[in-house]
């Protein structure tokens, strides 16, 4: 039972343009959303969060979008640079505080020059 | 301020050995997560610690167990290992603060033979 599922194992796009990558969740308890960047051989990476109080969250060339009727999270990356080629995972917890997150399968942002 | 890390980055073991990882927090933080990531399940929780204690565990068998010392510390132990334990173990760190932003470390490599 995925409770938080990434459609799309991949997308590629072109360098300066937009990436936006996809969420959607099944539990409605969640109500904190994290998006986390993985490198190989790396752990992943802190990017951005959002509380289910927000519907978007900003931090420079990163905004996560939560629509909670949809039980559906993006991230949008705008401008699209190489060095954003990587593994971009999902994640969710129920009751805040909690510490134990769900994770997505991940999908795999390849930015082409 | 030092990111979390953990010891050793790579370890071969044989079926039926046991093995023990170590992970640092960042400093000043409480709480330690631990989770596996493997191909085919994809990134799970394992457990957290807070306070030396547990406090939320995931659906691992009882060969998987952990303990964080006063320093918050942790380590994690898996005994009578199995070739599906190969993987990589991630550990997080987390202030926490009532929100669930876990920063993670650079991981152990777990091959079993």
């Known amino acids: ?113 | 301020k030092a990111g979390v890390t953990q010891t050793p980055r790579y370890l071969i073991k044989t079926r039926g050995q046991q093995v023990t990882l170590s992970c640092s927090p960042i400093s000043g933080h409480r709480s330690v997560s631990w989770y596996q990531q493997t191909p085919g399940q994809g990134l799970q929780f394992l457990f957290e610690y807070f306070s030396e204690t547990q406090r939320n565990k995931g659906n691992f068998p009882g060969r998987f167990s952990g303990r964080q010392f006063s320093n918050s510390r942790s380590e994690m132990n898996v005994s009578t290992l199995e070739l599906g334990d190969s993987a990589l173990y991630l550990c997080a760190s987390s202030v926490p603060s009532g929100t669930d932003t876990q920063y993670f470390g650079p991981g152990t490599r777990l091959t079993v033979l």
């Open chain 1, 1 to 113: 039972d995925q409770q938080v599922k990434q459609n799309s194992p991949s997308l590629s796009v072109q360098e300066g343009r937009i990436s936006i990558l996809n969420c959607d969740y099944t539990n409605s308890m969640f109500d904190y959303f994290l998006w986390y960047k993985k490198y190989p051989a790396e752990g992943p990476t802190f990017l951005i969060s959002i509380s289910s109080i927000k519907d978007k969250n900003e931090d420079g060339r990163f905004t996560v979008f939560l629509n909670k009727s949809a039980k559906h999270l993006s991230l949008h990356i705008v401008p699209s640079q190489p060095g954003d080629s990587a593994v971009y995972f999902c994640a969710a917890s129920a009751m805040q505080g909690a510490q134990k997150l769900v994770f997505g399968q991940g999908t795999r942002l390849t930015i082409n020059p």
